[in-house]
C-alpha cells in the first residue's frame, strides 16, 4: 500500500511593522489585528486498502494541536495584509 506525506520544511524571519497602517492611517496600537497561524490537529484515521484516508468522525479534534507555527499573516482591521509569510510547494 502507498500513501502520499508530506514534507514540512519552516523558516522564521522578522519583519518590521510600521507604526500607522499604510492603507487606513490607523495606529496600529489602536486597532484590532488579525493574525492567521498555522496549527497541526491530529486526528484518528484509517488508511483503506486503495490508499484513501478515513477520519473518524467519532473523535472530536482537539482544542489545540501536537506544534505550532507562528504568525503566517498579520492585518490590520481594515483588511490591509502587514506581513504575510510564504508557502512554496516543492
Do not use: F, H
Request: aromatic letters at 6%; a negative charge; hydrophobic letters at 30%.
Amino acid at each position: 500500500m502507498k500513501i502520499t506525506i508530506a514534507d514540512v520544511r519552516i523558516q522564521t524571519r522578522e519583519v518590521e511593522l510600521p507604526d500607522i497602517c499604510p492603507k487606513c492611517g490607523e495606529s496600529l496600537g489602536d486597532v484590532a489585528l488579525t493574525g492567521y497561524e498555522y496549527q497541526d490537529q491530529s486526528r484518528a484515521m484509517s488508511v483503506r486498502k486503495d490508499g484513501n484516508v478515513d477520519y473518524k468522525d467519532s473523535d472530536p479534534l482537539p482544542e489545540s494541536g501536537e506544534s505550532y507555527i507562528g504568525w503566517v499573516s498579520l492585518s490590520c482591521e481594515c483588511g490591509d495584509v502587514l506581513a504575510q509569510g510564504t508557502e512554496e510547494r516543492i
